[in-house]
Nanobody, 124 residues
Framework: QVQLVESGGGLVQAGGSLRLSCAASGRAASMIFVGWFRQPPGKEREFVAAVTMSYGTTYYADSVKGRFTVSRDNAKNTVYLQMKSLNAEDTAVYYC?????????????????WGQGTQVTVSS
């Protein structure tokens, strides 16, 4: 099993930045991808970004491309989501998730492990 714990959420003004962290423990080496998802108030959970743990290849949703950067530190078993130029539409609970399959997936149903989520609120 893999345990994932997110941190770094909070309240930020529009135009500001935040960095989220996702710390993995347990069988973290079994994860091929770590993805970030978010669930805005009253909406479904959506894909934000993903990174391969081996090569660090990154993938982004169009809505965050150029503003968010996903990275990993294998020595710390931690994945980061650096978020810049935040706006009110970025307000959501952010989750990290681990996938043990070798194919990229943008659906939350395709991920095997989940963190508890961290709230990001952007004030306008």
């Amino acid at each position: 099993q893999v345990q994932l714990v997110e941190s770094g959420g909070g309240l930020v003004q529009a135009g500001g930045s935040l960095r989220l962290s996702c710390a993995a423990s347990g069988r973290a080496a079994s994860m091929i991808f770590v993805g970030w998802f978010r669930q805005p108030p009253g909406k479904e959970r959506e894909f934000v970004a993903a990174v391969t743990m081996s090569y660090g290849t990154t993938y982004y949703a169009d809505s965050v491309k150029g503003r968010f950067t996903v990275s990993r530190d294998n020595a710390k078993n931690t994945v980061y989501l650096q978020m810049k130029s935040l706006n009110a539409e970025d307000t959501a609970v952010y989750y990290c998730a681990g996938r043990t399959n070798y194919d990229l997936a943008r659906s939350d149903r395709e991920y095997d492990y989940w963190g508890q989520g961290t709230q990001v609120t952007v004030s306008s």
